[in-house]
């Protein structure tokens, strides 16, 4: 009999049961009434959620059209834009600017580290920055940047807005908009609201908001908030056919989120990180980021001498667990392994099983037991 499998990459997330019923809802009219007023609350709420004074754009795509939005209405061709970069997903914008023509500085780190918050600050006092872009928890090392002190350096530049990719991090860990002076948070559905992938989300505070009317007409179609404000404003206004059943499932992430509260949501991610990655670590394997800018949402793992990635991640997959390979450099030395949304002690404890099953069978014999204790113990404090 095979093992029914659990994934558990860095996204998408397991989805629970009431979500999915959601997403299996019949489809219905997006001028549906009921549609509409859920559409609208669930804007709302996020609004809410991460203290967003301005507007959320709630529409189908992935993160990187959310990305791709962001960088659309908030600059133009011929600005300066500073890209800090913590690995392949920060290096993404450096492609997506250039296509926009915008003048590309970007400061990188070593993989598994992050760029040093004085290094920033020079960079930024140097010229005049239209935008600075920081991926929160990048997915390629696990690195999670100190956005919230990274706010606070922008703010001493009046004209440089603070564009936070939250794809691996938004509802794990903690971005609150005002506090942290983030001007654009964007995110998907699919990571740690535990939605399917299918819609992006764009929060823009009121000086996004600004800047994207002094723009006038912008070259893209599709992502420019323009064509949005009116659908978020009153839900029954068209412009481009919503996601409906994907909408239906947001609106469930977030009633799940609201019923947690998000201080406690956070500190479970944090919590069952530090569990997993010391149950990793007595296991034998070593974590890619250093300890103390770990993410909570996921964890990038080096393997031990000896050990093959194909035949790991596919024994582990016979075993019941779907783990993501390493990117760049560290493809073939390590696997990501994902610990966000709204997994519980079940997932993370069968994950941590079924990785010492895996050793065994890969010829490490005396795994059997110890990560799970380790596991056990460092949740149960």
């Given amino acids: 009999m095979k093992n029914r499998k659990l994934v558990m990459i860095p996204g998408p997330t397991p989805v629970v049961r009431s979500i999915q019923n959601e997403m299996g809802r019949e489809t219905v009219a997006f001028g549906d009434p009921t549609f509409v007023k859920d559409y609208k609350e669930t804007i709302e709420d996020l609004k809410k959620l991460f203290d967003c004074d301005g507007e959320v754009f709630l529409i189908a795509g992935t993160g990187t059209l959310a990305m791709e939005m962001a960088i659309a209405n908030n600059l133009k061709a011929g600005e300066n834009i500073l890209i800090v970069s913590h690995g392949f ?6 492609n997506l600017c250039e296509r926009k023509g915008l003048n590309v500085d970007v400061l990188q780190s070593d993989w598994g580290d992050i760029v040093p918050l004085d290094k920033i600050d020079e960079k930024l006092a140097s010229k005049k920055y239209s935008a600075i872009t920081v991926t929160h928890v990048d997915t390629s090392t696990g690195v999670c940047a100190p956005v919230a002190q990274i706010g606070e350096i922008v703010k001493k530049y009046e004209d ?65 908030y323009e064509n949005w404000f009116a659908v978020m404003k009153d839900p029954s206004k068209y412009f481009a056919t919503p996601a409906v059943n994907m909408v239906w499932a947001m609106k469930e992430s977030v009633r799940i989120i609201k019923e947690e509260g998000l201080e406690a949501r ?116």
């Fill in 89 to 94: 997903f920060g290096d993404r914008f450096v």
């Fill in 160 to 224: 440089t807005l603070y564009i936070v990719d939250g794809v691996c991090a938004t509802a794990g860990v903690e971005e609150n908009m005002k506090k942290m002076n983030i001007d654009v948070l964007l995110t998907g559905s699919q990571k740690a609201f535990g939605v399917a992938p299918g819609l992006a989300l764009v929060l823009a505070n009121n000086k996004s908001i600004e800047k994207r009317k002094s723009l006038g007409v912008i070259p893209e179609y599709y992502v420019d």
């Fill in 266 to 381: 956070y500190e479970r991610h944090i919590k069952n990180a530090k569990a997993m990655q010391a149950a990793l670590e007595e296991l034998g394997f070593k974590i890619l980021a250093k300890k103390e800018h770990r993410a909570p949402t996921l964890s990038c793992v080096l393997y031990m001498d000896g050990i093959n990635d194909a035949e790991f991640r596919s024994t582990l997959a016979e075993e019941g667990v779907v783990v993501a390979g390493g990117l760049g450099a560290f493809a073939g030395k390590m696997f990501r392994l994902g610990h966000m949304g709204n997994i519980d002690k079940h997932d993370l404890v069968s994950t941590i099983s079924a990785i010492e099953r895996t050793l065994n069978r890969v010829g490490i014999k005396d795994a059997l037991g110890k990560g799970t204790a380790v596991l056990m113990r460092e949740l149960e404090n």
